[in-house]
């Protein structure tokens, strides 16, 4: 038996022996312009035990010097929001810039903001899944995450902008003692359900795909325990907090085919109601608004409008939180190409074509219907300046960012170099993410700051608590991320051993071929890369049938 | 999968006719066996191996694999899930008890005019009634999917040897449990050899 403790061989692979750097930083090797050729989905040839101790290597050691300080920050920056929420639960709703006229304004931003971001998750988990895009395993588990942290922090908003927060269960249908139920025809009683749905279901799904690789960090820490026990040595406290809380996590999961089967139908079925709930989610979330009569809210473009901009919005979250990844933790380029990157850029490019089309679209139909408020409301409340004519808009800036940020910015991406450099495409994702907070901006603030009577209009100025709630939020946000790279499994080990080449039963590599025994027709082969056909090996024992 | 393996205490206090059946296998150390064990180094190895298994016509085995074998169904020979009609049923069911609830709450048990609309009109309760038809399937898929796979389970004879745990990381097994009516020691012991298997273990029960 060995005496070398395995964490020490991990640290030494994560310290980059074994990793091969890219000849052209520029070109990973995954950038494949034969559409003949399949790019690989994990660079440098890794193997099954390579992606387990990469990955599990992430969440057993220290990540590095950057990680400890930024967790720091992100934490202080959720306890200065949780304080502000503090705040506001004992003083009121007052503590916010909200006024008669602007009764909506950073709460629902933030929400709408958040819940939107909370969508690329369970958009790359389930709808990638049944197309089989198997580029999804770069970034699933992450965004899945990202999607449940995102919905906790839209969760605060709508909760706490109540008011009487006491009074905040009558969202539920609990029986009471006025014998009183919820009004069932309010989209934000829909809106409820469809979020609290949403939170329960990507959490799930995030957990049953974390099941198998709970199991890999489980036994790994047992495999170190049992090791120290052979040697004598004194069992480490971190390994037997892993093995039992990543045993209990797991739930006894033992790798077995026939749990696998039933397994991969349960996940086929999840990705298949989630992505009905996906769209549903944010059709719903967008009723809040276009059920109302307020003008620039009262429109049918919204839900498809909604959801493209989620999607946009959230895979800029992806990539701003993985871009950064990539670089600090080693070898996590190995998983996350530039091939990947690549892909979602180019779903930026669309999706934020999908809502330059409907701001268009939004002006036309506003015309279109003859109806004045609407049209006034485009004009007036967010086009033109102020500084152009004497009924313009006072938030012209808010809506021009958003222009520039959600449809001008991802132009650059018709480009092929700047789809393939992350420095690009982080930029455009920190702009994308930006805007996507703009819009949700416009469409509540400057629709409800001029509505209808003159007499009742006004001005939004958000008080340092918005502010200082809205930047805790992202650092509830940034604290539960850093804990995600740190503790739990980043990359979905399983599925990323699964798309290697040779995973596949019918893979004929040259170690594969020693244990060649049968030429058997098996359905469903895989190989479309004109190997040759299995043949008996002499060298194989007893291969006689 | 017996009741014994979940309540092992229980087990031992059932009448003699409920008992699981004395175990004849006993390993080289005179213990009860619970199973032969292989083990395979490449997917395409333990894939071949379990087309033998299986045309042996073994019942009572498993494949073991870091991940999920593409086709190891056919390989192994088994039938798809029912999952997905529990998963059906209880999302109906599900979705028709919400859409019930918000019936009779907006229409029976709490009259609310709104808008002057009708108390019942169903439109209003469409969004609702998916988004509990959704949860029920979700959680349907998750319970069902542990409960066919007898999960949770925390213990389990096969992780008495410590190079099972590479099942996680990157090698694949083939487990013959002893309750196999075609369980014969030397038999499955030259059916894993000639498979090419790199290791064969015993594995003892409890």
Known sequence: MSSIHPDKVIAEQLAGIGSVPAADPGDDGSLIDDPAVRAPLVLNNRSFGDVTNIVCGYAENPPGKWWLPTLLLAAATAGIGMAMIGYLLITGVGVWGLNNQVNWAWDITNFVFWIGIGHAGTLISAILCLFKQKWRTAVNRSAEAMTIFAVMCAGIFPAIHVGRIWFIWMVFPVPNANAIWPNFRSPLLWDVFAVSTYATVSFLFWYMGMIPDLATLRDRADRRLRRSRALGEALRIPDMVRAYVFGLLSLGWRFSSRHWHRYEVAYLILAGISTPLVLSVHSIVSFDFATSVVPGWHTTIFPPYFVAGAIFGGFAMVLLLLIPARELFANFKDFLTLRHLENMAKILLVTGMMVGFAYGMEFFIAWYSASEPELYVFLFNRAIPDWLHPDGAPYWWAYWSMIFCNVVSPQVFWWKRNRRDPRVIWAVALLVTIGMWFERFVIIVTSLHRAWLPAEWHMFFPTPVDILTFAGSCGIFLTLFLLFLRFLPVFPIAEVKAVLPQASPHHHGHEAHNNHNEEHGTPGGQSAGGHAPPRHHPDTPGGGH | ?206
């Open chain 2, 1 to 206: 999968m017996a009741v014994a393996d979940y309540f092992p205490l229980p087990a031992k206090y059932l009448p003699r006719a409920l008992q699981p059946a004395p175990n004849r296998h006993l390993a080289a150390d005179g213990s009860p066996l619970h199973g032969l064990l292989a083990e395979f180094d490449t997917a395409p190895g333990v894939y071949h191996a379990a087309e033998h298994v299986r045309d042996a016509g073994f019942t009572a085995w498993d494949l073991h694999s870091p991940f999920p074998l593409h086709g190891v169904e056919d390989a192994m020979g088994f039938k798809r899930t029912k999952l997905p009609i529990a998963v059906g049923v209880i999302a109906l069911t599900g979705a028709g008890l919400g859409y019930l609830m918000q019936w009779w709450m907006s229409a029976v048990a709490y009259r609310l005019p709104v808008q002057g609309k009708p108390f019942g009109a169903w439109e209003p309760f469409t969004p609702i009634t998916f988004e509990i038809g959704v949860l029920s399937a979700a959680f349907t898929a998750l319970i069902g999917m542990l409960a066919l796979n007898g999960l949770p389970r925390f213990h389990h004879p096969l992780y008495k040897h410590e190079h099972f745990l590479a099942s996680s990381d990157d090698k694949f097994f083939i487990y013959i449990e002893t309750r196999d009516p075609k369980f014969d020691r030397a038999a499955v012991q030259k059916l894993f050899e000639q498979s090419g298997a790199a290791r064969i273990d015993e594995v003892t029960e409890g």
